[in-house]
T-cell receptor
Framework: GNSVTQMEGPVTLSEEAFLTINCTYTATGYPSLFWYVQYPGEGLQLLLKATKADDKGSNKGFEATYRKETTSFHLEKGSVQVSDSAVYFC???????????FGAGTRLFVKA | DGGITQSPKYLFRKEGQNVTLSCEQNLNHDAMYWYRQDPGQGLRLIYYSQIVNDFQKGDIAEGYSVSREKKESFPLTVTSAQKNPTAFYLCASDVGDTQYFGPGTRLTVL
């Protein structure tokens, strides 16, 4: 079946540090991959996505590359800010599917 | 502004009571979803509806019910049969491959 595994949190970083949150997936077919972000007390919102192998999604300084050979979609940011503190969810949607599969989420704390 | 609204933001229920969570969207999306979020876990799908007057069970539908009488509205009822209903509930709709979420309702059973 389809599944998403992401690194456990919390991840605690100082402002301006480099961020990596690992995400690997298992899927039949050729899924689209997503990162969603959830700020405290809110719903999720799409951060970035990639729909085919080797695509790079990017938004707000975050980026992730769809790596089919390693079935991964790691989230990176070169310099985090306090305002990036949130929970990050990796997700996949299989081709022709309607059900998005979410990982467990990784909480990020950024200290000033 | 287009979006999804959920109400109430916080809801308290006594054991044995049914409660209904509201979800309204003005995005003109056909598909709508209800998820449950528990600490340290990902989102789990309760019910989804791809079109008015039709809905399907998700992975954890037991103890929940829904209706989809209007395109804009997809209310979720948490019944007394749900053994552990305390959680954060998220409603979403989608177009294409992207989901749009409401702000959530936090339900606490007293």
């Amino acid at each position: 079946g389809n599944s998403v595994t992401q690194m456990e949190g919390p991840v605690t970083l100082s402002e301006e540090a480099f961020l990596t949150i690992n995400c690997t997936y298992t899927a039949t077919g050729y899924p689209s991959l997503f990162w969603y972000v959830q700020y405290p007390g809110e719903g999720l919102q799409l951060l970035l996505k990639a729909t085919k192998a080797d695509d790079k999604g990017s938004n707000k300084g975050f980026e992730a590359t769809y790596r089919k050979e390693t079935t991964s979609f790691h989230l990176e940011k070169g310099s985090v800010q306090v305002s990036d503190s949130a929970v990050y969810f990796c997700a996949l949607l299989n081709t022709g599917g309607f059900k998005t599969i979410f990982g467990a989420g990784t909480r990020l704390f950024v200290k000033a | 502004d287009g979006g999804i609204t959920q109400s109430p933001k916080y809801l308290f229920r006594k054991e044995g009571q049914n409660v209904t969570l509201s979800c309204e969207q003005n995005l003109n999306h056909d598909a709508m979803y209800w998820y449950r979020q528990d600490p340290g876990q990902g989102l789990r799908l309760i019910y989804y509806s791809q079109i008015v007057n039709d809905f399907q069970k998700g992975d954890i539908a037991e103890g929940y019910s829904v209706s989809r009488e209007k395109k804009e509205s997809f209310p979720l009822t948490v019944t007394s049969a749900q053994k552990n209903p305390t959680a954060f509930y998220l409603c979403a709709s989608d177009v294409g491959d992207t989901q749009y979420f409401g702000p959530g309702t936090r339900l606490t059973v007293l």
